[in-house]
């Protein structure tokens, strides 16, 4: 509350009484006021290198990648894809075959698939959406 005060302070100053917002905005634009400062920004990273393979490339990471990932392989989603989801992390692709309960028609799909997928070192800020990314019908 203490940093939207102190931005908009300036422009509540230059709004005195029979002045309109097109008046302030046109002191703004001529450097007669000046613009509030908004000082918070986002820490995002967006130079995470596995990003492609959440979904934006021919290759799936089985570590980081949701669910929903494996709808663009036929016969995957949603059942191959919840096990290889829920029983992550994975130290090789290979290691997706060790699932309890994955029948030999599930194994062939994986094979299938297999040159697609890929398992990069679980990254927390994805691992945490592997299941459910959000999406609610």
Do not use: W
Request: charged share 20%.
């Amino acid at each position: 509350m203490k940093v939207l005060f102190a931005c908009l302070l300036p422009l509540a100053a230059a709004l005195q009484p029979g002045h309109t917002r097109r008046a302030l905005i046109q002191q703004i634009a001529t450097g007669t006021v000046a613009a509030p400062a908004f000082v918070q920004v986002a820490n995002a990273d967006v130079d995470y290198a596995g990003l492609p393979y959440l979904g934006g490339s021919t290759k799936i990471d089985i570590n980081n990648a949701n669910v929903r990932v494996y709808s663009k392989l036929p016969g995957m989603y949603p059942t191959v894809a919840g096990k290889i989801t829920t029983n992550g992390p994975y130290k090789s692709v290979s290691d997706v075959y060790a699932i309890k309960g994955l029948s030999d028609k599930e194994k062939s799909i994986i094979k299938k698939y297999e040159p697609r997928l890929i398992a990069l070192e679980p990254s927390p800020m994805y691992v945490i959406d592997r299941i459910n990314n959000g999406l609610y019908r």
